[in-house]
């Protein structure tokens, strides 16, 4: 270019130009990673000018406002005084010479702002299409911030439906995803827990797969390109109650006194219990004639009882079933007899026969209840006329007669 044009540059023209015919360009990037600020101004000269651009003292000074602020420039004037001609506002930023971009190193989530590149060059290049400043919009995406406290809609024995507020401002937005952190007992467990996804960035979530009648908390967390929030105010719900799913165990069943048995048993282990453990139900079935009784144990901690009223000599299935107020468990059960006893009543004499002066024969059934094993008889007899101790002659048990 000659000289003279360069001499008569007494007016300068201050360029804005766009970054694009919408009004500027947008610079994403996760806080703590650089960010590179293109200053579309000088790029626009840059192609329109061709190798004037180069020219000594055609760029006059390079301005770049943050939010209308200036946080950088850089002045043609002060070439002796290298801080002063590239100035910056903060040690985070540094120019890349030549294009006049601006790189904002490490960058944080305050840094997001709108940013204006302005540029002067002599006026002895006309710049219609100087119009509009270059802006860059530049968002810094950190990690979102906590959603709210979860609240519980709903639960069952085995799932909770929970929901969530969340409000995520634009350097934190779009939200991935959320997720909630599940932890047993009624307080976070940050080392002992599982995490269960929503459905994108949707705030409501089934927990499901959960143990009945146990306490969790839960913990909602979101997600976006920058990372995971810490987890947000705990809520604690506990399942419901179901029926226990393992039996008791019976220990031993001894015979008492007549009719009475002694059951001594342990409740099912506390993990299948699925809700608080409130007594034991027993029952005794007659296998002959399957005529029942049943009672009823309260408490957790009584493991033996006394089955009264059963019948001697008599075969009984005794059960054990579990009570946790949802429904009972399984039945434990075991087959027993219970002792024999007194015949309830005596064997019926059917004949009488007198042999000689010296024998008489006599024949019997036994009784219809015997309450055991007859093992003899006893045959009582006195002579009339005589005060004195009957005679007693006992028979075995499989004679019916004598």
């Known amino acids: 270019m000659p000289n003279a044009v360069w001499r008569c540059g007494l007016l300068l023209l201050l360029l804005f130009a766009a970054a694009s015919a919408r009004g500027g360009s947008e610079v994403r990037v996760v806080a703590g990673k650089d960010a590179t600020l293109a200053c579309e101004p000088a790029i626009t000269a840059r192609k329109r000018m061709g190798p004037d651009y180069d020219g000594p003292d055609l760029v006059r000074r390079v301005e770049w406002r943050q939010n209308g602020a200036i946080v950088a420039s850089y002045q043609q004037g002060f070439a002796v005084d290298a801080p002063r001609q590239w100035w910056v506002s903060s040690a985070r930023m540094q120019w890349v010479r030549g294009l006049y971009s601006l790189v904002i190193s490490t960058t944080e989530v305050t840094d997001t702002a709108s940013y204006e590149c302005r540029i002067e060059i002599d006026s002895a290049f006309d710049a219609p299409y100087a119009e509009k400043p270059g802006v860059v919009r530049l968002i810094v995406v950190g990690k979102p911030d906590p959603p709210?406290?979860?609240?519980?809609?709903?639960?069952?024995?085995?799932?909770?439906?929970?929901?969530?507020?969340?409000?995520?401002?634009?350097?934190?937005?779009?939200?991935?995803?959320?997720?909630?952190?599940?932890?047993?007992?009624?307080?976070?467990?940050?080392?002992?827990?599982?995490?269960?996804?929503?459905?994108?960035?949707?705030?409501?979530?089934?927990?499901?797969?959960?143990?009945?009648?146990?306490?969790?908390?839960?913990?909602?967390?979101?997600?976006?390109?920058?990372?995971?929030?810490?987890?947000?105010?705990?809520?604690?719900?506990?399942?419901?109650?179901?029926?226990?799913?393992?039996?008791?165990?019976?220990?031993?069943?001894?015979?008492?006194?007549?009719?009475?048995?002694?059951?001594?048993?342990?409740?099912?282990?506390?993990?299948?219990?699925?809700?608080?453990?409130?007594?034991?139900?027993?029952?005794?079935?007659?296998?002959?004639?399957?005529?029942?009784?049943?009672?009823?144990?309260?408490?957790?901690?009584?493991?033996?009882?006394?089955?009264?009223?059963?019948?001697?000599?008599?075969?009984?299935?005794?059960?054990?079933?579990?009570?946790?107020?949802?429904?009972?468990?399984?039945?434990?059960?075991?087959?027993?007899?219970?002792?024999?006893?007194?015949?309830?009543?005596?064997?019926?004499?059917?004949?009488?026969?007198?042999?000689?002066?010296?024998?008489?024969?006599?024949?019997?059934?036994?009784?219809?209840?015997?309450?055991?094993?007859?093992?003899?008889?006893f045959v009582y007899y006195l002579t009339p006329g005589r005060e004195a101790q009957p005679v007693i002659s006992e028979v075995n048990a499989n004679t019916s007669s004598g």
């Not at 085995?158 to 307080?187: C, D, E, F, K």
């Not at 009945?212 to 920058?226: D, R, S």
């Not at 000599?313 to 007899?337: C, H, L, Q, R, W």
């Open 148 to 377: 709210g406290r979860a609240i519980v809609s709903s639960f069952t024995a085995r799932s909770v439906t929970l929901s969530w507020p969340h409000s995520a401002t634009p350097p934190h937005i779009p939200i991935q995803r959320y997720m909630v952190m599940v932890s047993y007992g009624n307080r976070p467990d940050l080392n002992s827990h599982k995490l269960v996804y929503a459905n994108g960035n949707e705030t409501t979530l089934v927990v499901s797969s959960l143990r009945p009648y146990t306490e969790y908390t839960f913990q909602a967390i979101a997600e976006n390109e920058a990372g995971r929030s810490s987890p947000g105010q705990s809520v604690t719900a506990r399942t419901k109650g179901e029926a226990p799913v393992a039996a008791p165990v019976i220990k031993q069943i001894r015979n008492g006194t007549d009719g009475t048995l002694i059951v001594e048993w342990e409740p099912p282990p506390p993990m299948t219990l699925h809700g608080p453990l409130v007594g034991h139900r027993l029952m005794a079935h007659q296998l002959r004639t399957g005529a029942m009784k049943e009672w009823y144990v309260q408490g957790s901690t009584t493991r033996v009882h006394i089955l009264r009223g059963l019948n001697v000599y008599t075969k009984y299935m005794i059960s054990v079933e579990a009570d946790n107020n949802f429904g009972y468990s399984p039945m434990a059960s075991m087959i027993v007899t219970t002792d024999e006893g007194v015949p309830s009543n005596g064997p019926d004499v059917t004949s009488l026969q007198v042999k000689s002066s010296e024998s008489i024969y006599l024949s019997w059934v036994p009784p219809k209840e015997p309450n055991g094993v007859i093992v003899s008889y």
